[in-house]
């Protein structure tokens, strides 16, 4: 999971939201991108999008995880993705400004 925050006055920017989920080649997750796009980066915003970005993800259960267990895996790394590309973003502007 790629994420990418471009923050302007606290604020995430239509320029650069882009979330993809990367299952062998990525797959742009456009409801997750519409729920992040002028929105005030929180915590309760990142479990959102993440939801919505990996709710239709397919997923294949095996030995090593059921699809469950994936498709929760994949919701927490999306996430945290999110959180470490705004805090990211939040480091750029200061260093910039």
Known sequence: MQA??????AR??????R???DQVRGLPVEK????LLGQK??????????RAATQDLAQDSDIH??????????EVLARRALEEAAR??????????
């Open 65 to 74: 995880a059921s699809a469950d267990y994936r498709r929760q895996v994949s």
């Open 32 to 35: 997750a991108e519409q729920l």
């Open 4 to 9: 990418t925050a471009i923050l302007r006055n």
């Open 12 to 17: 995430i920017s239509a320029q650069k939201v």
């Open 88 to 97: 990211r973003a939040l480091q750029l502007e200061k260093a910039t400004s």
């Open 19 to 21: 979330l993809v989920a």
């Open 41 to 50: 980066p929180t915590e309760g915003l990142f479990r959102e999008a993440a």
